[in-house]
């Protein structure tokens, strides 16, 4: 079979904040022989779930090669647990596998249709950063291809700089064909939640990191459409009960939340008079409740059994998320900021949440120490004018905004916050002088 006759279509494709949307050719290889007769000079880039909020999978007048048929189990070590994973596999699939057999990975974003390969090449959190670090920690070995380059096995230890590109690297050094990934054993496949209260979001930083020792799952939430002290909650979750792999052993939903049908509900919902009263009755709900008990699965991927309609309510407009690491010292001054800046300019927050994050910063990744703060609000009337004050802040104060939750961050952000911006495209330079991985993500940040 030629390159040119592997099946390929037209697609509108869209960051899943909605705020990027492009023409492109997507790729759906199905056999190994691909890689053999890749297709010669145009640039590419890999496509797993399509769940990046920024559009690091498409874009930049490159084909995307999606992944969905590779999604077996190579090998696995009952004794080690250790498990080989093509790239294409999803979270929930590899999930059923694992804990049948007592075992889970620690590490994982909330919705269960992102790929293994996604999320080595966005280096995902997971529910307690500062405990289980980012994806990578996960990842002991993986099969990267290039065109120049072929099929090479990285490691920390085997061609180490690739590696440290490529996890986190959102997808520029080549296709993540296959992954050896390291779970831990499985505890139990229940998880109870217990929330406290939290008056002022400003004293966010001491409660988070101390909870953050004690429980398996660790994140807040507060009410920005109540005023200046954001009041909220902690919660904590400690995996636990007897195991009982069956519980997560159910097949996914008919219908996941995806790119393509997050903006289903053509008219937008959310706005300040929606978010004010549902931030309030959630509140108040919240506040009388006891602690609970769920299963594990609904509590590593709680964006796809509640986040359905959140995520739907923005309409085809779609959302703004900012996500940054805020020192523990600079958070109480970063909240009055923002509380000035939305009494003068009041908008519809429809969600502020954190989690606590404890690890060294590398390259263009995601990480660091301090409060991983998240706010949500629908696109468009004053969002843009929004977002370049929280810009301002980020440069200001050097907060590390998250390049994959944010689909227009602009170069001159990332090269004042993230300053390993110009070894890392020094480096990727170095490996791709022909810059055949391309996206939308890679031309707008000039790498």
């Known amino acids: 079979m030629a390159a040119q006759e592997w099946p390929s279509l037209e697609l509108e494709l869209t960051s899943f904040d909605g705020g990027v949307r492009r023409e492109a050719r997507v790729l759906r290889p199905d056999r190994y022989r691909f890689w053999d007769r890749f297709p010669a000079g145009a640039p590419f880039i890999a496509r797993g779930g399509g769940y990046s909020y920024a559009a690091a ?12 048929a590779f999604d077996r189990i190579l090998d696995f070590d ?26 889970y990975l620690p590490t994982q974003p909330g919705y269960p249709a992102i790929t293994v390969g996604g999320c080595i090449a966005a280096e995902c959190h997971g529910k307690n950063h500062a405990k289980d670090g980012c994806f990578s920690r996960q990842v002991k070995t993986l099969e990267l291809f290039h065109p120049a380059h072929g099929l090479m096995e990285l490691s920390r230890e085997r061609e180490p700089d690739v590696f440290e590109l490529t996890c986190g690297g959102f ?29 002022d979001v400003r004293g966010l930083g001491p409660a988070l990191r101390a909870a953050a020792r004690e429980a398996d799952f660790v994140y807040s939430w507060h009410d920005f459409n109540a005023g200046d002290r954001a009041p909220g909650l902690i919660v904590r979750g400690v995996i636990g009960g007897e195991p ?80 940054a690491i805020v020192p523990e010292a600079s958070f109480p001054g970063f909240c009055d900021a923002v509380f000035a800046y939305l009494r003068a300019h009041p908008l519809a927050i429809t969600l502020a949440s954190a ?13 660091g120490t301090g409060v991983c703060f998240a706010l949500d609000f629908p696109r468009g009337g004053g969002a843009d004018a929004f977002q370049a004050f929280l810009d ?37 330079a170095a490996f791709d002088p022909e810059r055949r991985c391309r996206s939308e993500l890679s031309e707008r940040l000039g790498l």
């Open 355 to 367: 989690k606590w994050f404890e690890d060294e910063s590398r390259d263009l990744r995601f990480s």
């Open 171 to 199: 997808g520029l050094t080549g296709c993540i064909v296959s992954a050896v990934l390291q779970p831990r054993r499985l505890p139990g496949n229940e998880v109870t939640l217990r929330s406290e209260p939290l008056d």
């Open 392 to 428: 301002g802040l980020c440069a200001e104060q050097r907060l590390r905004p998250s390049i994959i939750k944010d689909s227009r961050l602009p170069r001159a952000v990332v090269e004042k916050t993230y300053p390993a911006f110009g070894s890392f495209a020094q480096r990727l």
């Open 244 to 323: 009982a792999p069956d519980q997560d052993s159910r097949s996914p939903p008919t219908r996941w939340l995806r790119w393509d049908n997050r903006s289903a509900w053509r008219v937008p919902a959310w706005n300040r008079a929606s978010a004010t009263l549902a931030t309030a009755l959630y509140r108040r709900a919240v506040a009388r409740s006891r602690p609970v008990k769920t299963s594990l699965y609904d509590s590593l991927f709680p964006l796809q059994s509640r986040g359905g309609p959140y995520f739907r309510l923005f309409g085809a407009a779609g959302f703004c998320e900012f996500q």
């Open 57 to 68: 999978s498409f874009g930049g007048g490159a084909a995307s090669i999606e992944h969905a």
């Open 78 to 103: 009952s004794a080690s647990g250790e498990v080989r994973v093509e790239a294409g596999i999803t979270l929930a699939a590899l999930h059923r596998f694992l804990a049948r057999r007592g075992w």
